[in-house]
């Protein structure tokens, strides 16, 4: 069984920068495609963002492109999303998620078979 930790989540100002965290525990960190969704009050969870099991190859929904990275340690068994020119529009409870399916799941939520406790994140106008 995988556990996956959230951390770094807060309140910013628009046009602000916030690095989330997600810690690994319980598999081997090194074999799962990662990825970050987030929910909004209402909203159904969307994708925000997937990266390799390498961390070689990444991909972002279009409305963060440009802003958020995604990155991971496989040494520190964490992954990374690292948010600059945070929008009101991002304000969302973000999660991570690990999946064991192949070298990449991307937005394909049903790959993932693990998911953080999720860490809110709100932008301020």
């Known amino acids: 069984q995988v556990q996956l930790v959230e951390s770094g989540g807060g309140l910013v100002q628009a046009g602000g920068s916030l690095r989330l965290s997600c810690a690994a525990s319980?598999?081997?960190?090194?074999?799962?495609?990662m990825g970050w969704f987030r929910q909004a009050p209402g909203q159904e969870r969307e994708f925000v963002a997937a990266?390799?099991?390498?961390?070689?190859?990444?991909s972002y929904v279009d409305s963060v492109k440009g802003r958020f990275t995604i990155s991971r340690d496989n040494v520190k068994n964490t992954v990374y999303l690292q948010m600059n020119g945070l929008k009101p529009e991002d304000t969302a409870v973000y999660y991570c998620?690990?999946?064991?399916?192949?070298?990449?799941?991307?937005?394909?939520?049903?790959?993932?078979?693990?998911w953080g406790q999720g860490t809110q994140v709100t932008v301020s106008s």
């Open positions: 990266i390799t099991r390498g961390g070689e190859g990444t």
């Open positions: 319980g598999g081997t960190f090194r074999l799962y495609a």
């Open positions: 998620a690990a999946s064991p399916v192949g070298r990449y799941s991307g937005s394909d939520r049903s790959a993932y078979a693990w």
